[in-house]
């Protein structure tokens, strides 16, 4: 039997207190499932969590949140743990990469830039964010782009990447009533292109599309 952490004089536990939990679980003698775990097997719970985590706020649960929170840090501990393990990197490494980011990018905070506003705070992040990443091109700043991003959410940044760079994509105009709904390149091009107008417009399409749908079901549901 292994002993494990207890609780402090205020009746919690800490976050290295999960740490040493999960390093427990996956050493010696620890759990055969937990031991078993990769960094690419763990891939699809890293997505469901964060999906779960995001539901509990739609929802104004503040006790899922604190729970599916956990889980999604549990995530990041069992990833750091695994990477330990195989000498590439731990916990600190983690923190330490996050720390340096969060520096670099609030330079309005932490350096001399000035940012009075949202909008200029956000610019300001962009242009350390491309500084950072070293891009020199819009190929390697598109080639950025996760490929796990949902359709809809990938193609907005693709649009938003383009037109900071000035370049245009050469989609055609659209007229609705002669779109070939079947055609699936003519409906990709017209999602794009509503992609794009809308990220002009500052409208998120991903958060648009998801609120109608909410409403969709919702009405079928007859709520």
Not at 152 to 157: G, T
Request: proline share 4%; glycine share 8%.
């Amino acid at each position: 039997m292994i002993e494990p952490p207890k609780k402090g004089k205020d009746g919690k536990y800490t976050v290295n207190d999960l740490l040493k939990i999960v390093e427990l679980l996956r050493s010696p003698g620890g759990c055969p499932w937990d031991r078993a775990q990769t960094h690419y097997s763990m891939e699809k719970p890293m997505i469901e969590e964060a999906y779960e985590v995001v539901d509990a706020i739609d929802k104004n649960d503040r006790d899922k949140m604190v729970e599916e929170l956990g889980d999604v840090l549990l995530q990041v501990l069992f990833h750091s743990v695994i990477g330990q393990e195989d000498g590439e990197f731990d916990l600190d490494d983690v923190a330490t990469r996050c720390t340096e980011k969060m520096i670099e990018r609030h330079r309005h905070i932490f350096g001399d830039v000035k940012a009075d506003c949202p909008e200029e705070a956000l610019a300001t992040w962009e242009q350390a964010k491309q500084k950072e990443k070293g891009f020199s091109t819009l190929k390697e700043d598109l080639d950025d782009i996760p490929k796990c991003f949902p359709a809809l959410l990938r193609a907005q940044k693709a649009a938003k990447k383009i037109e900071r760079a000035g370049e245009t994509t050469g989609v055609r105009e659209f007229d609705l009533g002669g779109v070939d709904f079947g055609d699936e390149k003519e409906v990709g091009e017209l999602l794009y292109e509503i992609c794009r107008r809308a990220t002009e417009k500052g409208t998120e399409c991903e958060l648009a599309l998801k609120r109608k749908t909410d409403a969709v079901i919702e009405e079928k549901q007859g709520k």
